[in-house]
């Protein structure tokens, strides 16, 4: 899920590729790294379309990204250590697959406004009090009285959640995130919170205009 072509919630695996649809996926992006011989993390991206069953290329990020704990916790792979296998010429400790198991759901917590078209909410974090447990996982920097500056990305953690399918990934991300307690500043928590409450999220039934189109309806 997108807003203006900025990811907001990342997940694996995709509730709308069937295998077959997964394992040709898979295989162009491991047709195009072996023909670039690239050697290091990276991205393939592609784009779905439903109705069709057509997916196409649209560009290959060279590096590691944002989403890389969801790859991790389905996995069970540390992607960071291997970057530093792959630096000192060692060889991998896992190898390629496609059947990710079990869901994982990254959700990006901003200091935005989305009442107010993600307005952007620099300030003092007066209350930063994040959920742990089983299946959760938080990467962050700030703090409670950590002050957030105007000048850069307004991402404020990631957090991450796992579960045996997507149904269990989804209700206990609704569970932590009623619980992420946090004050001073507008952020998204509460815009992801009143995600996971509409039927068309939990159907798979959005699309990569999909908060645009129903963002008055997502957050009143």
């Not at 009623?178 to 919170?193: K, L, Y």
Request: aromatic share 8%; net charge neutral; proline share 5%.
């Amino acid at each position: 899920m997108q807003r203006r072509h900025q990811k907001l919630i990342e997940e694996s695996p995709s509730p709308v590729l069937d295998k077959a649809a997964r394992r040709a996926v898979a295989d162009a992006a491991m047709t195009l790294v072996r023909a670039l011989k690239y050697v290091n993390a990276g991205t393939v991206e592609f784009i779905y379309e439903v109705e069709s069953k057509t997916f196409f290329f649209i560009e290959m990020n060279t590096r590691i990204q944002v989403e890389h704990p969801v790859t991790e916790m389905v996995t069970g792979t540390d992607l960071v250590a291997e970057q530093f296998r792959v630096a000192a010429g060692e060889r991998l400790s896992v190898t390629a697959g496609t059947d990710a198991t079990p869901a994982a759901i990254e959700f990006r917590i901003n200091a935005e406004d989305a009442a107010h078209d993600f307005r952007p909410s620099p300030g003092m974090l007066k209350r930063w009090r994040p959920p742990s447990g089983r299946d959760i996982r938080l990467d962050s920097h700030v703090y409670e009285n950590y002050v957030v500056p105007p000048f850069y990305d307004s991402m404020l953690g990631k957090l991450i959640i796992t579960g045996r399918d997507r149904a269990a990934a989804i209700e206990t991300a609704a569970s932590a995130l009623a619980r992420f307690e946090v004050a001073g500043i507008p952020t998204t928590v509460s815009f992801h919170a009143e995600l996971l409450r509409r039927p068309e999220f939990g159907r798979a039934e959005i699309h990569t205009r999909w908060v645009e189109n129903e963002l008055k309806a997502a957050v009143h």
